[in-house]
Nanobody, 120 residues
Framework: QVQLVESGGGLVQAGGTLRLSCAAS????????MGWYRQAPGKQRDLVAG???????NSADSVKGRFTISRENAKNMVYLQMNSLKPEDTGVYYC??????????????WGQGTQVTVSS
């Protein structure tokens, strides 16, 4: 069984910073992708930033230049450094990982989510 556990959310003023962390644990053979998604109230869950096992990064235009995603493969962890936060960054941030637990097909796993609130 695989678990993703996020930490680091909270309340911050506009212009502030937060760092999110996500740790994957369990019967992990390999992790193809790790990323962060955001869901604002009444909206769909959208990709904020993702990073492949080889280090290829893609991120939403709205966060480029402000957010940085990084990954520690040896620890099965992914981080999201969020600078210059804006009220529109408010939402629940979910960690997602595409994980192989054996020789079968990789599966999607999600964390429980962590709330980020940016006040103006």
């Amino acid at each position: 069984q695989v678990q993703l556990v996020e930490s680091g959310g909270g309340l911050v003023q506009a212009g502030g910073t937060l760092r999110l962390s996500c740790a994957a644990s369990g019967s992990i053979f390999s992790i193809d992708f790790m990323g962060w998604y955001r869901q604002a109230p009444g909206k769909q869950r959208d990709l904020v930033a993702g990073i492949s096992s080889s280090g290829t990064i893609n991120s939403a235009d709205s966060v480029k230049g402000r957010f940085t995603i990084s990954r520690e493969n040896a620890k099965n962890m992914v981080y999201l450094q969020m600078n210059s936060l804006k009220p529109e960054d408010t939402g629940v941030y979910y960690c997602k990982a595409i994980i192989r637990t054996g020789w079968g097909a990789p599966l999607n796993y999600w964390g429980q989510g962590t709330q980020v609130t940016v006040s103006s």
